[in-house]
Nanobody
């Protein structure tokens, strides 16, 4: 079993930056694709970004492309999401997940508990 724990969320003003981390425990996730999702109040959970088990290729939702960067450190069992130029519409609970393939998130193997990101205008 794998436990995913996100951290790094918080409150920032528009234009600011945050770096989210997701640490895996229980077993290594080096063979899994890792992804980030988010869910805003009253909205469905949506895909944000994903990275293959090798650290590339990467994949981004159009809404964050050019502003967010996903990376991973397999030795540390950790995946990161660097978020720059944040906008109020980025406000959501951010979740990390592990999947078989970075292009297939229909049934992720594991989910984290989420970390809140709030961006004020």
């Amino acid at each position: 079993q794998v436990q995913l724990v996100e951290s790094g969320g918080g409150s920032v003003q528009a234009g600011g930056s945050l770096r989210l981390s997701c640490v895996a425990s229980g077993r290594t996730v080096s063979s899994y694709a890792m992804g980030w999702f988010r869910q805003a109040p009253g909205k469905e959970r949506e895909f944000v970004s994903a990275i293959s088990w090798m650290g590339g290729p990467t994949y981004y939702a159009d809404s964050v492309k050019g502003r967010f960067t996903i990376s991973r450190d397999n030795a540390a069992n950790t995946v990161y999401l660097q978020m720059n130029s944040l906008k109020p519409e980025d406000t959501a609970v951010y979740y990390c997940a592990a999947s078989r393939d970075y292009t297939d998130w229909s049934q992720p193997y594991y989910w984290g508990q989420g970390t809140q990101v709030t961006v004020s205008s």
